[in-house]
């Protein structure tokens, strides 16, 4: 007679025999064989809806770490942005729109299509400098065939952008976005009202506001002269940065005023900001590069096949960024395609 003593080991049951001395345990449950549609359906769902890793484990009765190798397998098969490219050869037109995008330790670095809104280009990388924008730079330039006639975008770290823009594409007018200059100014100016220079800020932020809200170029001109002349005012550490960053930069901060055809801001690419924003805050930004990457490579496509929903435009109403891009998306399943198995 075989005698057994119980020992109880995490998550499964084991036994020893008293008579020989091995241990063996007994499988309650055969192990979960999942099929190719189910993990298909899964990362679908895991990319295209705003789920976090733990619900969408609990609801399918999967483990997140299934689904994040899941995740990981098709991503490495999924076509880069590239590939994309190449294969659908879409039309876009001559505005490109640049942002560069914090997300945990990583930055993404985006290229929209100012007359389409499409997404055709990211660059995931580990930090915003000067050779990884001009990698990204030189990609659109090279393998895009992207020739823009304008570039919207901010200045970069140091300027660093602005300087590469006019390397790299010497042709194009270079605007930069008015948006993320506003931003910078209500960071950098105090806030305090019972501050002792509350009525001065008020005062410097009303005068900035007639630069960028002018009607031509010799209105916002003036105003600019009517802003330096005030120096004396606004003599703070604060104030002297924001105008010595705006001399500097001014002419390309009115482009758009020269040239009523580009635009001041890049709002179309705040819009895929603000989405991919709030993908991954409910993923809890990812800390692997390569996961992160192979999400990305996912939900660019996902985003660029969805049709777009009450568009400022009415007529683009349910269509696609790649339709707009001329490229008929309507009976290509998404996934599918990433895969590289449409029909």
Not at 118 to 135: A, M
Not at 152 to 172: C, K, M, W, Y
Not at 250 to 273: A, C, G, Q, R
Not at 332 to 339: M, P, Q, T
Request: net charge positive; aromatic share 12%.
């Amino acid at each position: 007679m075989i005698l057994l003593s119980q020992i109880k080991i995490k998550e499964r049951q084991r036994y020893k025999c008293l008579d020989c001395g091995s241990t063996f345990s007994i499988r309650k449950s055969p192990l979960h064989h999942y099929s190719q549609s189910f993990i298909f359906n899964t990362v679908k769902n895991y990319v295209s809806e705003s789920v976090t890793l733990r619900a969408l484990a609990s609801r399918i009765k999967a483990s997140k770490s299934s689904i994040l190798n899941w995740l990981y397998q098709l991503g490495e098969k999924t076509l880069t942005p590239l590939e994309v490219y190449q294969v659908l050869k879409p039309t876009w037109g001559d505005i490109l729109l640049i942002d560069a995008k914090f997300t945990g330790s990583f930055v993404v670095m985006i290229a929209v299509d100012h007359h389409t809104g499409d997404p055709f280009h990211y660059h995931l990388c580990l930090k915003e400098d000067k050779e990884n924008f001009r990698t990204f730079l030189t990609t659109i330039k090279d393998k895009f065939n992207y020739q823009p006639k304008a570039i919207v975008s901010d200045q970069g770290r140091g300027n660093s952008l602005v300087e590469l823009i006019r390397e790299i594409f010497p042709e194009a007018i270079h605007q930069l976005c008015t948006i993320h200059f506003s931003r910078f100014v209500k960071m950098t100016v105090p806030k305090n009202k019972k501050g002792k220079f509350f009525i001065t800020n008020k005062m410097f932020y009303d005068d900035l506001s007639k630069i960028f809200n002018a009607q031509d170029k010799k209105e916002a001109d003036n105003s600019f002269k009517e802003l330096l002349s005030k120096k004396d005012i606004y003599n703070q550490k604060y104030h002297k940065t924001i105008l010595k960053s705006l001399t500097l930069t001014y002419d390309l901060f009115t482009h758009y005023l020269l040239y009523p055809f580009i635009p001041k801001d890049t709002n179309k690419m705040e819009n895929v900001n603000r989405q991919l924003e709030r993908r991954l805050k409910v993923t809890d930004n990812f800390k692997s590069f390569e996961i992160l990457n192979n999400f990305l490579r996912l939900w660019f496509i996902w985003f660029r096949f969805q049709p777009l929903k009450n568009p400022i435009n009415k007529n683009n109403n349910n269509k696609s960024r790649l339709n707009l891009a001329k490229v008929e998306t309507n009976n290509i399943n998404w996934l599918k395609f990433a895969l590289n198995r449409h029909t």
